[in-house]
């Protein structure tokens, strides 16, 4: 009897786990529908090129290259969370200026860590359950990170592989924010050490900088090995 009782509670807490993840997959992806709106609304056509001009330039990517899908989706992350406008101002930063009082708290703590977030590059070392855990390349961090339903569909990575992602913390998971790029392993040491002495030498500039401000503002560059 005691044992059913156990059971019975190790049920409900699990249920209740799943329904509140669902709502916090729900906010997350509102979150990102509203910012993609906002963009789209309050940006003007000349800041538009700007912003498409500017990740060409960061990838040395072609005009023709932001037709293909891949890109495209690259790019509208790239746009909502890591471009700034002429001044300096990022649009998720701008989105919660105007709408703060609107949101609430749970919003604003999702958009806090979207805030912070960073694209970096990651190992996949090794499958478990839910996802995969993975390493960052620089700060040796491991991350169980859950695949959603689409992506388990896929199941493209492989122990040893390297991708290039954004991580964060929805609910009681961490996942993917926006779409990930698998990188060629034979290329990690060249992408290592070409951001590092980017990194160094916008440090001599100033000195206040982080790796996190810097991957922020240059982490996107990793990409030009995808090709």
């Not at 709502?23 to 990102?32: F, I, P």
């Not at 930063?93 to 999702?110: A, F, T, V």
């Not at 700060?139 to 493209?156: A, H, N």
């Not at 030498?201 to 982490?219: P, T, V």
Request: charged content about 30%; overall charge neutral; aromatic content about 14%.
């Amino acid at each position: 009897m005691q044992k059913e009782q156990s059971m019975s509670i190790l049920v409900d807490f699990l249920a209740e786990r799943h329904s509140k993840q669902r709502h916090y997959d729900g906010l997350c992806q509102k979150l990102l529908n509203d910012l993609r709106e906002h963009g789209c609304q309050t940006l003007n056509l000349r800041e538009k090129v700007r912003a498409k001009h500017l990740f060409r330039n960061r990838i040395q990517l072609s005009s023709e290259a932001l037709l293909l899908p891949f890109w495209e989706a690259q790019y509208g992350m790239w746009f909502l969370l890591e471009y700034q406008n002429i001044k300096g101002e990022r649009i998720i930063e701008k989105y919660l200026l105007e709408h703060h009082p609107k949101l609430s708290e749970e919003e604003l703590h999702l958009a806090a860590y979207w805030m912070a977030a960073y694209p970096s590059v990651y190992k996949v070392e090794e499958e478990w359950k839910e996802g995969y855990r993975l390493v960052d390349l620089w700060s040796e961090q491991t991350i169980d990170v859950t695949l959603k339903r689409d992506e388990f569909v896929r199941r493209e990575f492989i122990v040893g592989q390297y991708l290039f992602a954004r991580v964060v913390k929805v609910g009681f998971i961490h996942c993917f924010l926006g779409p990930y790029a698998l990188l060629n392993k034979e290329k990690i040491v060249d992408i290592k050490k070409s951001m590092e002495e980017s990194f160094y030498q916008s440090k001599e500039e100033n000195s206040q900088w982080s790796w996190r401000l810097f991957m922020q503002h240059h982490g996107i560059e990793v990409l030009r090995e995808f090709q």
